[in-house]
């Protein structure tokens, strides 16, 4: 098997229901199981996988002191309601 640019193999275990599945899908769609499996790791990285990576990222930022007060955003807010410069 040829390595493409950019990738890595990787081995895991899939229960045989879930392979069946990809085998079934990838057959239907004329591609390899490869091709569906990154396609549905791609999907995960969109939805959940987003949300895990922004809270890292966030944590991160907290941890580098890149935040801003949650008083001092509504006190600012507050200001700009009653006309007053932020």
Do not use: C, F, H, W
Request: hydrophobic residues 45%; negative net charge; glycine residues 6%.
């Amino acid at each position: 098997m040829t390595k493409s640019p950019g990738s890595e193999s990787v081995t895991l275990r899939i229960p045989s229901d879930i392979l069946a599945n990809i085998e079934t899908i990838a057959e239907a769609t004329d591609r390899s199981r490869s091709n569906v499996i990154v396609r549905a790791l791609k999907t995960y990285l969109l939805n959940e996988g987003a949300d895990i990576l922004a809270a890292i990222r966030g944590r991160d930022q907290i941890a580098a002191g890149d935040y801003e007060d949650l008083d001092d955003v509504i006190a600012d807010l507050d200001k700009i309601i009653a006309g007053e410069a932020a």
